[in-house]
C-alpha cells in the first residue's frame, strides 16, 4: 500500500465515522477565494453598469456579449446579486393635472370684456 492508499483510506474511515460524503470533504478543500475569471468579469460588469446606471442583468450581459465576452446572463445575475449592484429604476412619466395649465387670468375688475380678450389672442397691444 503506498502513502496516497493510506491517506486515501484515512479520509474514507473518517467521512465514514462522521457520516459525510468523501465529496464534501474534497470540496471543502477547493479554494474559497473567488476564481480570476469571476474577477475579470466583475470589473466589466462594473464598468457598464457604472456607465449605464439604469442597466439590470439582460442589458449589461447583451452590452458585454456586444463587446465581444462570451457571457451568460445567469452568471451576471449572480455576479451582479453578490456584488449588490442594483439597476436604479427611472421615475415613470407622469403627465401634469389638466387643470394645472388653468390659471387665473391677472385681470383687475376696472378692464373691460375687450381688453381681456385681446389678452386671450395674445394680440393685446399697449395703445
Known amino acids: 500500500?503506498?502513502?496516497l492508499d493510506?491517506?486515501?483510506?484515512?479520509?474514507?474511515?473518517?467521512?465514514q465515522l462522521a457520516q459525510l460524503p468523501?465529496?464534501?470533504y474534497y470540496r471543502s478543500l477547493e479554494a474559497k477565494a473567488p476564481r480570476a475569471a469571476d474577477m475579470e468579469m466583475r470589473s466589466l460588469i462594473h464598468a457598464v453598469s457604472l456607465a449605464n446606471r439604469h442597466y439590470g442583468y439582460r442589458r449589461?450581459?447583451?452590452a458585454l456579449r456586444r463587446q465581444g465576452v462570451a457571457v451568460n446572463g445567469k452568471r451576471v445575475?449572480?455576479?451582479m446579486r453578490e456584488d449588490n449592484l442594483i439597476a436604479q429604476r427611472r421615475k415613470p412619466f407622469i403627465p401634469p393635472p389638466a387643470d394645472s395649465c388653468l390659471k387665473p387670468l391677472p385681470i383687475s375688475r376696472s378692464s373691460s370684456m375687450r381688453s381681456r380678450a385681446r389678452w386671450w389672442d395674445g394680440r393685446s397691444s399697449h395703445r
Not at 493510506?6 to 467521512?15: F, G, H, M, N
Open 22 to 24: 468523501r465529496a464534501t
Open 60 to 62: 449589461i450581459t447583451h
Open 1 to 3: 500500500m503506498t502513502r
Open 77 to 79: 445575475q449572480r455576479l
Open 6 to 15: 493510506r491517506s486515501a483510506a484515512t479520509v474514507l474511515r473518517l467521512c
